[in-house]
């Protein structure tokens, strides 16, 4: 037992000699211990030294602990923020929170969303603003209440994930349309506001990536996508995550801000 410990505390060693983030705190909205990118980011960047504060809502409070204890058996921290991040006291609570247990917030990532098809004829003005609420009002929210703590600080990274949807449109989602569009122009807003305060925001905008909602999507339809594609394919998760793990390193993410960076296999170019 005594050598097994031992062994873990070589391999963290070893580790810690690459990590990009060791002793960062990373705040992640919309986490969860499912498949896609909420579960995505915060392994990746447990994985990379970073304590994490993760903000989830309708996950089962045990799978979420338990996932934690693993993650922090890389040698971080985890702390856990149930809400819904769309209402401003779930927001104000999570940054709060982060900050009085870690004494500092170094990487926020807007991960939180909600999609879901439906026509402008046949959409209910609650199914708008709740899509506005969750994909653009809780950007803003978290936002608002991290933006003091990181101007003390003179640094921090805040990174913002949208769609190439916001740059391309597509049918029957004006209102998820709409929200990422509000998110790339929220990052390029805060950017030209806090770059002289050491704050860099910038947005990641995927494409076709294989998450669950590409599950319910029909072989014709894939085939006919990839056929837009410049590279035929659909990304998967782990070639997403590193653009955020890029932002929020330094020096690598150091001159990046206002950006949106598109891992989306050519389907749109900027």
């Not at 000699?17 to 705040?27: A, D, P, S």
């Not at 204890?69 to 991040?85: C, H, N, S, T, Y």
């Not at 709740?130 to 929210?141: D, E, G, P, T, Y």
């Not at 703590?149 to 998820?176: L, W």
Request: contains cysteine; glycine residues 10%.
């Amino acid at each position: 037992m005594r050598g097994f410990i031992h062994l873990i505390q070589y391999d963290l060693q070893e580790r810690s000699k690459n990590m990009k983030l060791e002793g960062k705190v990373t705040i992640i909205t919309g986490a969860g211990y499912g498949y896609g990118m909420s579960r995505g980011f915060p392994e990746a960047f447990a994985r990379e030294g970073s304590h994490l504060s993760l903000n989830y809502y309708g996950c089962d409070d045990m799978k979420m602990k338990l996932w934690a204890q693993d993650m922090e058996k890389l040698g971080v921290r985890v702390i856990l923020a149930p809400g819904d991040i769309s209402q401003e006291e779930t927001a104000e609570r999570l940054i709060q929170r982060t900050w009085e247990e870690f004494g500092h917030i170094d990487v926020l990532v807007n991960n939180a969303g909600i999609t879901g098809p439906k026509s402008i004829v046949d959409m209910t003005i609650e199914e708008w603003d709740r899509m506005i609420a969750v994909n653009l009002r809780s950007f803003f929210l978290t936002c608002k209440y991290v933006v003091p703590i990181m101007m003390k600080q003179k640094r921090g990274r805040i990174i913002n994930i949208a769609s190439q949807i916001a740059q391309k449109g597509g049918t029957d989602h004006c209102h998820y349309a709409a929200a990422k569009a509000g998110v790339i122009g929220l990052t390029k807003s805060l950017a030209w506001d806090l770059g002289k305060f050491g704050i860099n925001v910038n947005c990641i905008a995927p494409g076709p990536i294989n998450t669950q909602m590409m599950e319910s999507v029909s072989d014709e339809w894939r085939k006919d996508k990839m056929k837009d594609l410049a590279i035929p394919r659909f990304g998967e998760i782990e070639e997403v995550v590193p653009s955020a793990i890029f932002l929020a390193s330094s020096p690598d993410g150091d001159l990046y801000t206002g950006q949106t960076l598109g891992p989306n296999c050519g389907d749109v170019m900027l």
